[in-house]
Nanobody, 115 residues
Framework: QVQLVESGGGLVQAGGSLRLSCAASGSILSLNAMGWYRQAPGKQRELVARIARGGNTNYADSVKGRFSASRDNAENTVYLYMNSLKPEDTAVYYC?????????WGKGTLVTVSS
């Protein structure tokens, strides 16, 4: 199995920036895509960014131009650089990894953006 550990969440003011990190460990040789999802209270989980092994990245329309995701394949780590944060970005952010037909999830890290 694969273990994912997120870090970097916290409380920030609107317009501020934050960087999230996710480190993968365990059976990591077959990792394919990695990315970030988020879930706000009362809402369904949604895709934020997804990075294929080759570097192709998909972003949600709501974060495009403000967020940037990157991946270090050698260290099995993904990052999410969040800029111009808005209160509606407040959510629990989850790291995701795909290996074969399996999906793995981190426990999540809370990002709170104040007005």
């Amino acid at each position: 199995q694969v273990q994912l550990v997120e870090s970097g969440g916290g409380l920030v003011q609107a317009g501020g920036s934050l960087r999230l990190s996710c480190a993968a460990s365990g059976s990591i040789l077959s990792l394919n895509a990695m990315g970030w999802y988020r879930q706000a209270p009362g809402k369904q989980r949604e895709l934020v960014a997804r990075i294929a092994r080759g570097g192709n990245t998909n972003y949600a329309d709501s974060v495009k131009g403000r967020f940037s995701a990157s991946r270090d394949n050698a260290e099995n780590t993904v990052y999410l650089y969040m800029n111009s944060l808005k209160p509606e970005d407040t959510a629990v952010y989850y790291c995701n990894a795909e290996s074969g037909w399996m999906d793995y999830w981190g426990k999540g890290t809370l990002v709170t953006v104040s007005s």
